[in-house]
């Protein structure tokens, strides 16, 4: 599929309208299901969980009638919470069993795992940015289940190349596939891969009952591991023109919200920090689709550097910004992000209890 994810905000807006949430429920996990590709938007900034549920309430839906599609915007919400609360790089209810490196197998970076719905996915996440989201729980589950991975590094590598990259859904997700936060470790076999991926293959390590597969050693096509140097290209800073008598609002990977404040005057910022960069490397790929959606927000200007050093430069005192987990160090006036339930807050430790709270809060 030749997916191409457009930057334009009212491009972007338009996509609200080809959401079928009814036809999503029924048909999301398979490759060519009605999923809507709003995740990157999401991920960014641009649009919030909370206004794509109001805008399919305006159509007519109805919470019960698109349950399917709310849980998935929830999930995300709920990844969120999770990452207030916990240090989403290290184990989250307990340690990942049956591990025999920290690495990543090599034929998995080369597309060349052997199992062809598997690699089809992986060539698409190099080719545009994006994976499907079973495929992206194959992937974990071959990689942290199957050749014994732990999950940190290969989930950078996946982070590294989603145009979608949130490090709470996706260490949250790999954790889960992994055994890490959850009771029992994800599997599929060739049977399920086939069905979703529109895959015959047969003959496979995978083409097993789920018992054998669960026991098997690791095949040694997947044996080779290596240790991944990702790195960030950060742009060139601006030369800033800043009027200090004007509040200044902070834009960063995870808030590129074109309408945040847009009414009133101020400087606007995108800060870059080198150090955010290193911990949560990214592709050349997001970070231009990152610059591309920036240019729907006028006047901003890029800032490479700590939070710090942009403040101690430029003499700032009235700094706005929306919270997130990994905005550390900021300081100013911190607003909240846009969630479906704003009162459901704390650490639940499933998904399940979360959701328990948020249908109730929706429904009353």
Known sequence: ????????????????????????????????????????????????????????????YNIPQMESFVKELCWRDYFQRVGQHKNLNLDIKQAQSSILHYEIPVQIINVNSGITGIDNSI???????????????????????????????????????????????????????AGANSNKKYYANQENVNKYSFTQQTNSFLDYPYEKIEQMEVPESLIKTQKLELETQ??????????????????????????????????????????????????????????????????????????????NQYNLQNIVYKEHPLNIGYTGIEEPRDWIAEKVTGYYPSFFSYWKKVEKYLLN
């Open 1 to 60: 599929m030749d997916l191409k994810f457009p930057t334009d905000y009212k491009t972007i807006l338009n996509k609200l309208d080809q959401i079928d949430p009814i036809q999503y429920g029924k048909t999301r996990n398979y490759i060519n299901g009605a999923v809507t590709y709003l995740s990157p938007y999401i991920s960014r900034g641009v649009i919030s969980t909370k206004q794509v549920l109001i805008y399919l309430i305006a159509k007519g």
């Open 123 to 177: 060539q698409q996440l190099y080719n545009t940015g994006y994976m499907h989201n079973h495929c992206r729980m194959y992937t974990a589950s071959l990689i942290c289940n199957i050749a014994k991975s732990h999950w940190l590094h290969p989930a950078q590598w996946m982070y590294y190349h989603l145009l979608d990259g949130d490090w709470a859904s996706n260490a949250s997700s790999w954790q889960w596939v």
């Open 234 to 311: 950060l742009p060139i800073s601006d030369i800033l023109t800043l009027d200090t008598n004007l509040p200044t609002y902070i834009y960063n990977y995870y808030n590129l919200d074109p309408v945040w404040h847009s009414e009133e005057s101020g400087n606007r910022i995108l800060l870059l920090e080198p150090d955010f960069f290193r911990a949560y490397p990214i592709s050349k790929k997001c970070m231009d689709f990152m610059l591309d959606l920036c240019k729907n927000i006028p006047q901003i200007q890029v800032f490479v550097g700590s939070f710090e050093s942009l403040c």
